[in-house]
T-cell receptor, first 112, second 113 residues
Framework: SQQGEEDPQALSIQEGENATMNCSYK?????LQWYRQNSGRGLVHLIL?????REKHSGRLRVTLDTSKKSSSLLITASRAADTASYFC????????????FGTGTRLKVLA | DAMVIQNPRYQVTQFGKPVTLSCSQT?????MYWYQQKSSQAPKLLFH???????NEADTPDNFQSRRPNTSFCFLDIRSPGLGDAAMYLC????????????FGPGTRLTVT
């Protein structure tokens, strides 16, 4: 299976702290995406990083990709209570597959 | 605003009673996906359409079917729901198969009694 594994499974931090979550995957990819899911809702796209990119920023989000280790990390800086959600990585297949497989997710709780 | 709409948001059905979930999009995307998500788990891809081409995942049960009558609408039919089919069902769209971000609807939570 190409499914990514994320760690930690759950993370609880204080508002203002940084949150880091990691994603590991098994096969080569063209790109990797991160999504956020608030409880009981659909997923919202956060950022896409291509296999030839090593780092990408979007507001308070920073994503890194290490294709040699088949891993990615998502850093949320200066977290807010509104960042409380589940975060999923999703990978496609470099071999020409056309679908994304989601990782197991990290449940982030930001305490006010 | 362009978006992905799912109806109903909550659906209760009886064991073995067919149920249909619907998804519509105003994004004019050529790809539509259906995912099943159980509590505290990752979304699991059931199938997707690239225009009218249907692509089923190998492990999607035969109990699950889909229809896409036009670009805007896609339906998920569960022919004989079992208790194990209770889940959140998510519809998503994308512009280019596997190469672009997916836009998700809010989901339909299915309860089987």
């Amino acid at each position: 299976s190409q499914q990514g594994e994320e760690d930690p499974q759950a993370l609880s931090i204080q508002e203002g702290e940084n949150a880091t979550m990691n994603c590991s995957y098994k096969t080569s990819i063209n790109n990797l995406q991160w999504y956020r899911q608030n409880s009981g809702r659909g997923l919202v796209h956060l950022i896409l990083i291509r296999s030839n990119e090593r780092e990408k920023h979007s507001g308070r989000l920073r994503v890194t990709l290490d294709t040699s280790k088949k891993s990615s990390s998502l850093l949320i800086t200066a977290s807010r209570a509104a960042d409380t959600a589940s975060y999923f990585c999703a990978t496609d297949g470099a071999s020409g597959t056309y679908k994304y497989i989601f990782g197991t997710g990290t449940r982030l709780k930001v305490l006010a | 605003d362009a978006m992905v709409i799912q109806n109903p948001r909550y659906q209760v059905t009886q064991f073995g009673k067919p149920v249909t979930l619907s998804c519509s999009q105003t994004l004019n995307h050529n790809v539509m996906y259906w995912y099943q998500q159980k509590s505290s788990q990752a979304p699991k891809l059931l199938f997707h359409y690239y225009d009218k081409d249907f692509n089923n995942e190998a492990d999607t049960p035969d109990n699950f079917q889909s229809r896409r009558p036009n670009t805007s609408f896609c339906f998920l039919d569960i022919r004989s729901p079992g208790l194990g089919d209770a889940a959140m069902y998510l519809c998503a769209t994308s512009r280019v198969v596997g190469r672009a971000e997916q836009y998700f609807g809010p989901g339909t939570r299915l309860t089987v009694t």
